[in-house]
């Protein structure tokens, strides 16, 4: 259930996606698309909404406690059961350093490859985990395109990722 980044790049990286659900880098891969265009475009306006709705209701109400800790442990808890996760691929890439003339990047299935441009692999999200459960049949991980052009039909039963 290991996946192997090789080919043209400095270091050969081994991912085990069955250790991801404790990573904090992982994203919900039902709300990726929509809210990952929307961050980008709405982040600055966001921050000053946020901060002008709190002040404005702690005016009007007062302070409010925080959930308790418990609260927060089992609403966690409860997602990690029941979501569907993804991790973005670009960490994984850079630490493997492509080389300066790697330009293809492949990904290698057991119904065939298919080869995007480097430059795209950087943007792919694989996901990892669908309704609180590893993806052990057709697995380990499903791949999506960074614009979400493939979401109903995601690229599964990877073996390894070559750069050429």
Same mark, same amino acid.
């Given at each position: 259930?290991?996946?192997?980044?090789?080919?043209?790049?400095? @270091? =050969?990286?081994?991912?085990? #996606?069955?250790?991801?659900?404790?990573?904090?880098?992982?994203?919900?891969?039902?709300?990726?698309?929509?809210?990952?265009?929307?961050?980008?475009?709405?982040?600055?306006?966001?921050?000053?909404?946020?901060?002008?709705? $709190?002040?404005?209701?702690?005016?009007?109400?007062?302070?409010?406690?925080? #959930?308790?800790?418990? =609260?927060?442990?089992?609403?966690?808890?409860?997602?990690?059961?029941?979501? =569907?996760?993804?991790?973005?691929?670009? #960490? @994984?890439?850079?630490?493997?350093?492509?080389?300066?003339?790697?330009?293809?990047?492949?990904?290698?299935?057991?119904?065939?490859? =298919?080869?995007?441009?480097?430059?795209?692999? $950087?943007?792919?999200?694989?996901? @990892?985990?669908?309704?609180?459960?590893?993806?052990?049949?057709?697995?380990?991980?499903?791949?999506?395109?960074?614009?979400?052009?493939?979401?109903?039909? #995601?690229?599964?039963?990877?073996?390894?990722?070559?750069?050429?």
């Amino acid at each position: 259930m290991v996946i192997v980044i090789k080919g043209n790049v400095k @270091f =050969t990286i081994t991912l085990d #996606p069955s250790v991801w659900i404790f990573d904090d880098r992982k994203v919900d891969v039902h709300t990726y698309f929509t809210r990952h265009v929307q961050t980008e475009q709405r982040e600055d306006i966001d921050d000053i909404q946020k901060i002008s709705a $709190y002040w404005d209701r702690e005016i009007q109400e007062g302070a409010v406690s925080p #959930p308790t800790l418990q =609260t927060e442990k089992q609403f966690e808890k409860e997602k990690i059961l029941s979501g =569907t996760f993804g991790m973005p691929f670009a #960490p @994984f890439l850079r630490n493997a350093e492509p080389n300066d003339d790697a330009k293809r990047f492949i990904i290698v299935t057991e119904n065939g490859d =298919t080869t995007i441009p480097l430059a795209e692999a $950087y943007e792919l999200l694989l996901c @990892f985990a669908k309704d609180g459960k590893p993806l052990k049949e057709d697995g380990p991980v499903h791949i999506y395109f960074g614009d979400g052009s493939n979401r109903d039909n #995601p690229i599964t039963h990877v073996r390894a990722f070559v750069v050429e």
